[in-house]
């Protein structure tokens, strides 16, 4: 059974960082390009990242390039999200998601992805 877990949500200022981590079992990471999404109140789902199976390429959304940065650790079966001068409108609810396919456009869309965590909530207060 796959199982997507995200960690590292929290309370956090205007400005400040947090790390997110997406902790994967029951798959083997290294077969699949994983990503972060978003979820705010009253929102659709949005697309933040991806990164690709072996880490070498990553593509953002514009509004998170310079403050957010996607990486990997394939031996930990971990994927993470270090967010960096957090705005109060960076706050919602992260999901993570793997899928087989490196595509930002796909990914960008977001509707179809393999498989899906339940989230960690980030809030940011101003």
């Known amino acids: 059974q796959v199982q997507l877990v995200e960690s590292g949500g929290g309370l956090v200022q205007a400005g400040g960082s947090l790390r997110l981590s997406c902790a994967a079992s029951g798959l083997t990471l290294s077969m699949y390009a994983m990503g972060w999404f978003r979820q705010a109140p009253g929102k659709e789902r949005e697309f933040q990242a991806v990164i690709s199976r072996g880490g070498t390429r990553t593509s953002y959304v514009d509004s998170v390039k310079g403050r957010f940065t ?7 079966n971990t994927v993470y999200l270090q967010m960096t001068s957090l705005k109060p409108e960076d706050e919602a ?3 993570c998601a793997a899928d087989p396919i490196y595509d930002p456009r796909r990914w960008g869309a ?4 393999d498989y899906w965590g339940k989230g ?3 809030t940011v207060s101003s």
């Open 70 to 76: 996607i990486s990997r650790d394939n031996a930990k």
């Open 110 to 113: 977001g509707n179809d992805m």
């Open 93 to 95: 609810v992260y999901y």
């Open 120 to 122: 960690t909530l980030v």
